[in-house]
């Protein structure tokens, strides 16, 4: 009885740690789209107006080196129109159903790995503005991975000694007590 309740134990400490992890990293993810929302709305409100926002197209981000922020308007067959962005010196092209999904819902927002070692925070805008069907916002997510990597490691030591502590407990009280007549324990 007394080692169901250290396994119980075990269990309940994995379980809410899993949370844990789970919860704070999906945090760290979703917080990944946060500067994108905003860029993409105030390019799609000035677009409208009939302003071409030269904010987010004057400077040409290296997509696969830096952690700044992008924007790139595709016409309705997805050909990038203005781009901001540089992946390997050519524009990023997103992938059909990337577009298709804006196209469908208004928006699209998602993981996109165009590259190897290349992660993306990636929001897709519809717009309905001639020529300008899509607005695309990205950032690198090497940070928030650098982080969710992090808070894996301190999850995994906080863990592993909750196991020791579980497991020397158990021990002591296994040990300690006399085990009942008739017991194999």
């Given at each position: 009885?007394?080692?169901?309740?250290h396994f119980f134990a075990l269990a309940l400490i994995t379980i809410v740690l899993m949370a844990v992890y789970g919860s704070v990293q999906q945090t760290y993810r979703t917080g990944a789209n946060d500067p994108q929302y905003g860029i993409a709305e105030e390019i799609r409100e000035k677009w409208e107006r009939g302003i071409v926002p030269p904010a987010y197209f004057s400077d040409t981000?290296?997509?696969?080196?830096?952690?700044?922020?992008?924007?790139?308007?595709?016409?309705?067959?997805?050909?990038?129109l203005r781009a901001g962005a540089l992946l390997n010196g050519r524009v990023p092209q997103l992938p059909k159903g990337v577009l298709k999904a804006a196209r469908d819902e208004g928006s699209d927002?998602?993981?996109?790995?165009?590259?190897?070692?290349?992660?993306?925070?990636?929001?897709?805008?519809?717009?309905?503005?001639?020529?300008?069907?899509?607005?695309?916002?990205g950032?690198?997510?090497?940070?928030?991975?650098?982080?969710?990597?992090?808070?894996?490691?301190?999850?995994?030591?906080?863990?592993?000694?909750?196991?020791?502590?579980?497991?020397a407990h158990g021990a002591l009280v296994l040990f300690q007590s006399p085990a009942p007549e008739g017991s194999l324990l």
């Open positions: 009885m007394k080692l169901q309740t981000v290296q997509v696969e080196r830096s952690l700044s922020p992008f924007a790139i308007i595709y016409d309705s067959t997805g050909r990038a927002w998602l993981t996109w790995q165009p590259q190897h070692n290349v992660r993306i925070a990636l929001g897709v805008l519809r717009a309905r503005t001639s020529p300008v069907s899509y607005i695309a916002v950032r690198s997510m090497r940070v928030v991975e650098q982080r969710s990597y992090q808070l894996r490691l301190m999850l995994m030591v906080a863990w592993g000694l909750c196991v020791f502590v579980v497991c």
